[in-house]
Every structure is written in structure tokens, then in C-alpha cells.
């Protein structure tokens, strides 16, 4: 298997470097499976299992919004549709910290920041909105085969238990490692100051894929009413939730990741109808010196695993590579991503600068957009007809998609995560604007899920140290117009659930911000039940007596 693995990587670059000038090599073969999973985490049935339901898994994160695969969706390519040109709350300012300009970034939103008691605390940058990620989220599909993993390849082989400071896998664990990021990130995953001891304790007591539904029936059967702990110790033999456990269970589950019944397969084994004739002619150009595509795109994954600098954005503005070597040459490099899938992992670079493969071949074909000391040599001006152009284009679409992918079939299947569900609170209802003509915003992010003694309610955009109430109840509108007139002004009845907040932090129009958590009973009758809610802050500058947000809806589940 090693052999025939690195025969597959030293294909199309040998093609690329000279040896077309005596005719093309063979291909390589069809790929087959990703290496081995390291000594000391051997796979299993039952560890795949457990990894697949952690992956998927949005109580994992502090705030009960975020799984490993709401930026890792299989039918795009194992990235992240949420980075796409259009979606709203997907922008990293970039290297100037300012939104609306060129080096803006399409990431990954994350989670609002928060504090351990699940409070919102409002970020400099994007105050009590989703945090976005400064790069947008890698494929997950075929990770497996990658000895470094993030952008930067900071993920190494070596995963470190992070409590003790143990070894616990000294090499070929790049997946163990990378698992483990995210979820203390309190952009991505946690919240400020999140312990794996946080994260220990929130697995042990939720239900396994609670918020998730259409969840395969294999997977039910697996669960099998089972809690965390009693799936732990079928895996591991004892109940214990801890870090390095995590990490091997998802990495394990990751490794079942790997799409290799793509149509550029077929043709590797032989079958030269595979590909059309345009498809054909793409290939061609992709080998070609012209274009010299395959010197990093090396071989039946697509890659040759390396780290370059081709012009995307300056340099300076993210230094990927030498933030973990400091070697100057590593200035601006980033990961080469295999290409399988590609035509459904857009927008594309860890920029998310172009959302289609036309404009990326365009973007090679004129030598990149910036240079630099260390420029890969091979990005310059290639001079490709749009002819050429066409054909390399239908190359890298169709030839390199695993169908089982796009249907998300097979090891890709997956039930649908609470963020894509019609779970979510939705906001009905005019607002009423304050001080400024500032319309405080709602944000009612958390699931509705009976038990969950986190769900927070915030609101921004509203006026900073003015005092606020979130007026809670099982009917639109208990009180008449509107809630009672703000519940008799904010007083309040006692036959409406309300949460007084107080004073909203941040000084002037717009800039207050606060929120609340609101404890659901772990009361079955509650299920299918409603909760309407509904922001008020006192500001004489609106009008009359309060601004208001819009109200929310969300039903109990």
C-alpha cells in the first residue's frame, strides 16, 4: 500500500516537470484507502460509531449551535455551505479589521462569545453575533491522508493528552490533533474559558444527537437509548469522557471519510469511457507544462501535500505556514487541499475569494492577484486559451465528485443538525426603533430543548445602560398591545413569565447590548408547546416609553 501510494503521488508532477516530452506516464492507480489509524488507536465498529455521533453532535459546543460538521458538510465537499457568497453573517474582516473591505474573508461562523454561565459577552468585532472564522473551514473528506492538517498544517502527527501533557499518539495522529482545536476555541466551539472538564461534563449529560433529526435508523440502533458514558465505556472499557477519548473517536469516525468512487477512478482502473472528450482534453491541460496544475495537484488524491505561496492575498496579511515554523520562506503559504470534490467546496481558497472554478482557473491563468518574495514560481501567466480554460474547468468538476458525496450516502450519510432544522426561534412582529431611530435586535440562538438550562436570550442594537426586560410567554400576546404595554411599563405581572434583565451594558444609541439565561424544565408536557419572548428597553428617545426588538417564536421539543 505504501508503495502504490506514493507511485499515485509522483504521477501528474513527474508529468508536469518534463516527462511529456517523452509521452505521458501511465496513471496512477484508483485511490485506495487512507493510511493506517495510528498505534494506539485502532479502529472498531463501535469507535466509528461514537466518533459519527460526537462529530454531529451540536451539544458539543458550549452553546448547544455548533457540531464538527456544521463547517464539514459531505455534500460540500466536506466544507462549509455557510461560507457561500450571498449568506448572511459569513464575513472575518480581515487583516484590517474593517467590514466592507477588499480583504474581507468568507469564513465559518461560529458561536456568539460567551462566559461560563452562558451569558453572552459581546465581541469588540462582531458584538452578539455568530464569531466568523479568519479562514474558511478545510474539507473533511480524505483529511485522512493529509500528515498535517489546518491551512497551516499546525495540526501535526503527535497527539498530546491536554490535561497532562502526555504523549499519547507519537505519530500519524494529524486527525487526533486537529479534533481537539475547535473545541475549546471560543470563537469556534466554547465558551471564554472553557475546561475539557466543561466539555467532559456536557457530554456526560445530554442525550446523544438530542437536537439532530431524520438521524439513519444504524445510528439509533446504536444509541440505543443509551447516555455518552455507557457508549464510552462499550469503547473504551471504562465510562470516562476525556480529551484524548474525544479526539481518537472523531479522528476514527474521520478516516471512514475518504471518496475514492469518483469517475476519475474508473478511468485510473482502466476504463477509458469514464471521461469525455472535454474532460479528456482538461486532463490534458492539467498535466501539461503549460499549465503545470499537477505539480502540486499531485497523483490520484490530488495533492502533493506541501505548503505554497501563490499570490491570493498579500503575504502579511495571513503568514499561514510560518506561524508554525517562523522560517521567512513560509511567509504566506498555505496547505495544498487535495482537489476530489472540488466543485462543491466553493467559495474557494482559505479566502473564500472566488465562488466558482471558472474564476479560480482564471485567477491561475493570470498569474495570481499578489506577489511576494517567496511567490511559487509556477504561478505566472500561463497564457491558456479560453478554449483550454473550458476544458480544465470540466476536468475538475465531474471527474473528481464521488457521487456518494453529493447524496451524502454510504460513510457520508448524516442526519440533519438543529442549525438546518426548522427548531431554530424565528422573529415575528414589527420592532419599535429608539433613541437614533436603533432597532434593538433579538438574538435567540439556543434550541429549545426540554432541559436545557442554558437557553440565552440577548438583544444589541439597542440603547447602551438603558434598562431591559425580556417578556416571556406561551401566547403572542398575553397582555394586548404590545405584551401589556411592555407589561405595564416594565413592571411586570406576576402571571407572566418574564426574566428582568437591568441595565444593558455599552454607552448610547444602538450600543446596548445584554442578555439572559432562561432554564427549560426537563418537563416532558412541554414538547410541542410554544414560547414567545419579546425584547423591551425603557428610552424616551423612541417615541414614547421603550424601544422594543421584534418578538420570537419557538416551539419546545
Request: glycine residues 12%; hydrophobic residues 40%.
Amino acid at each position: 500500500m505504501k508503495m502504490r501510494f506514493s507511485l499515485a503521488l509522483a504521477f501528474l508532477a513527474a508529468s508536469a516537470a518534463g516527462a511529456l516530452a517523452q509521452g505521458p506516464p501511465p496513471p496512477p492507480p484508483p485511490l485506495g484507502p487512507p493510511p493506517p489509524p495510528p498505534q494506539g488507536n485502532p479502529s472498531s465498529a463501535a469507535k466509528i460509531a461514537l466518533g459519527r455521533l460526537l462529530f454531529w453532535d451540536e451539544q458539543l459546543s458550549s452553546t448547544k449551535t455548533m457540531a464538527c460538521a456544521t463547517c464539514h458538510i459531505p455534500e460540500r465537499g466536506g466544507s462549509d455551505p455557510r461560507s457561500d457568497f450571498g449568506q448572511q453573517g459569513n464575513i472575518h474582516p480581515g487583516f484590517d479589521s474593517l467590514f466592507g473591505t477588499p480583504d474581507d474573508v468568507h469564513g465559518s461562523p461560529g458561536v456568539v462569545r460567551s462566559i461560563p454561565n452562558g451569558q453572552f459577552s459581546a465581541s469588540t468585532t462582531f458584538g452578539l453575533r455568530p464569531q466568523v472564522t479568519p479562514r474558511k473551514a478545510p474539507s473533511t473528506v480524505n483529511a485522512a491522508y493529509s500528515p498535517t492538517l489546518f491551512w497551516d498544517g499546525r495540526a501535526n502527527g503527535v497527539l498530546v493528552d491536554p490535561l497532562t501533557n502526555n504523549v499519547v499518539l507519537n505519530a500519524g495522529a494529524a486527525l487526533e490533533n486537529q479534533a481537539l482545536g475547535p473545541i475549546l476555541d471560543n470563537g469556534e466551539m466554547g465558551h471564554v474559558g472553557r475546561t475539557w472538564g466543561d466539555v467532559s461534563a456536557r457530554i456526560a449529560a445530554v442525550r446523544p444527537l438530542a437536537l439532530a433529526t431524520n438521524v439513519p435508523a444504524s445510528w439509533t440502533s446504536f444509541i440505543n437509548n443509551r447516555d455518552y458514558p455507557a457508549i464510552f465505556a462499550e469503547v473504551f472499557g471504562t465510562p470516562d469522557i476525556t480529551a484524548p477519548r474525544i479526539a481518537m473517536a472523531i479522528a476514527t469516525y474521520e478516516r471512514t471519510l475518504f471518496s475514492n468512487q469518483a469517475p476519475i477512478d474508473a478511468f485510473f482502473g482502466g476504463n477509458q469511457q469514464a471521461l469525455t472528450q472535454l474532460e479528456l482534453q482538461g486532463q490534458n491541460v492539467f498535466i501539461s507544462q503549460q499549465a503545470s496544475c499537477a505539480v502540486c495537484h499531485a497523483g490520484n488524491l490530488f495533492t502533493n501535500q506541501t505548503f505554497r505561496y501563490i499570490g491570493v492575498r498579500p503575504q502579511n496579511e495571513d503568514v499561514g505556514r510560518f506561524a508554525v515554523t517562523n522560517n521567512p520562506a513560509d511567509i504566506g503559504r498555505m496547505r495544498v487541499p487535495s482537489l476530489r470534490n472540488v466543485e462543491l467546496r466553493g467559495p474557494f481558497f482559505h479566502t473564500g475569494k472566488f465562488m466558482t472554478l471558472e474564476e479560480v482557473v482564471d485567477f491561475y491563468n493570470r498569474g495570481g492577484d499578489f506577489n511576494g518574495p517567496n511567490k511559487d514560481p509556477l504561478i505566472r501567466p500561463l497564457n491558456l486559451t479560453q478554449q483550454q480554460r473550458d476544458a480544465l474547468v470540466a476536468f475538475l468538476k465531474r471527474p473528481l465528485t464521488d457521487p456518494r458525496v453529493v447524496s451524502a450516502t454510504g460513510p457520508f450519510e448524516h442526519p440533519t443538525l438543529y442549525a438546518r432544522s426548522p427548531r431554530q426561534p424565528s422573529t415575528f412582529g414589527a420592532p419599535t426603533a429608539g433613541s437614533g431611530g436603533f432597532i434593538p435586535r433579538m438574538v435567540a440562538l439556543s434550541p429549545a430543548l426540554v432541559g436545557n438550562d442554558r437557553f440565552t436570550v440577548g438583544v444589541e442594537g439597542a440603547l447602551g445602560g438603558g434598562f431591559a426586560g425580556l417578556v416571556l410567554d406561551v401566547v403572542a400576546n398575553p397582555g394586548g398591545a404590545p405584551f401589556g404595554e411592555a407589561m405595564s411599563y416594565l413592571g411586570f405581572s406576576p402571571a407572566t413569565r418574564y426574566r428582568r434583565v437591568g441595565l444593558l451594558s455599552g454607552i448610547g444609541a444602538g450600543q446596548g447590548w445584554g442578555s439572559t439565561v432562561v432554564p427549560i424544565a426537563n418537563d416532558p408536557a412541554l414538547v410541542g408547546t410554544p414560547l414567545y419572548g419579546q425584547w423591551f428597553v425603557r428610552d424616551s428617545g423612541s417615541g414614547g416609553r421603550f424601544s422594543a426588538s421584534a418578538a420570537f417564536e419557538v416551539t419546545h421539543f
